[in-house]
């Protein structure tokens, strides 16, 4: 299966897993090889409309995945239910799958994304414990495939869509299990303050800033600094 994926992926990437280092061990990760013939060959076919959606920004591993799996051990994840929300290639719930949740589903609305994912997901031997899946949180209603929620909805970098706050919300609301948290991790830089405000609607609100040091391009060091919202139902 995972051969079949790959070579449908190659049809318009070229790509090749590489290490990933995490503080206990390692896990394998698709990387794009070809990231700038690629994005100069959608220039070329004016391809690019709208940047956030059209450029393979879900193909990045970003830092704010692993502020947000490592701040996870702190949520008390053994035997819990975890969805991840626009996960991408699914970096965020491989860094999860090491902290003893039962059941992991990543999820996103870009087919490649999803490929990708689900790439990597069988790489590294999770499918019995990941599974990927579309999932477009602007839809009405309840999703008849999470009848039970789950215990914990996760998002990386999502916030930075203004419009999807509000569907985000009600999506949360409907799908967050009993005694359930969410929680969002954005980079300072792409802060949404107004999102606290309008989530505290509906959940109460806790708000943490996280800061990493990491290297530049250029080998400086710099620092960044994350915010984490945490909602859970109003008691």
Not at 20 to 49: F, K, P, T, Y
Not at 148 to 166: K, N, T
Not at 198 to 209: K, N, S, Y
Request: charge should be neutral; proline fraction near 4%.
């Amino acid at each position: 299966m995972l051969d079949q994926i790959l070579a449908d992926i190659r049809k318009t990437f070229d790509v090749d897993f590489v290490p990933l280092q995490l503080d206990d061990g390692q896990l394998q990760v698709l990387n794009i090889n070809n990231m700038q013939s690629h994005l100069d060959g959608l220039l070329a076919r004016h391809a690019i409309h709208d940047p956030l959606k059209d450029l393979p920004l879900w193909a990045k591993v970003w830092p704010g995945s692993f502020v947000l799996g490592r701040f996870l051990r702190k949520l008390e994840p053994e035997g819990k239910t975890m969805l991840e929300l626009g996960g991408g290639c699914g970096v965020l719930s491989l860094v999860a799958s090491r902290y003893g949740f039962r059941h992991i589903v990543t999820s996103d609305i870009v087919n490649d994304a999803l490929q990708f994912a689900r790439a990597n997901v069988l790489r590294n031997n999770l499918q019995d414990l990941i599974d990927v899946c579309y999932l477009d949180v602007s839809r009405p209603g309840k999703d008849e495939r999470f009848p039970e929620g789950f215990d914990r909805i996760v998002a990386s970098e999502l916030l930075y869509l203004d419009d999807l706050h509000r569907p985000l919300l009600k999506f949360v609301d409907r799908h967050l299990a009993p005694g359930g948290k969410a929680v969002f991790c954005t980079d300072m830089a792409r802060a949404k303050p107004h999102f606290a405000k309008l989530a505290a609607r509906t959940f109460q609100v806790q708000e943490g800033h996280i800061g990493v040091k990491s290297q530049d391009g250029d080998g400086n060091e710099q620092r960044r600094i994350y915010v984490l919202h945490i909602l859970e139902r109003k008691q």
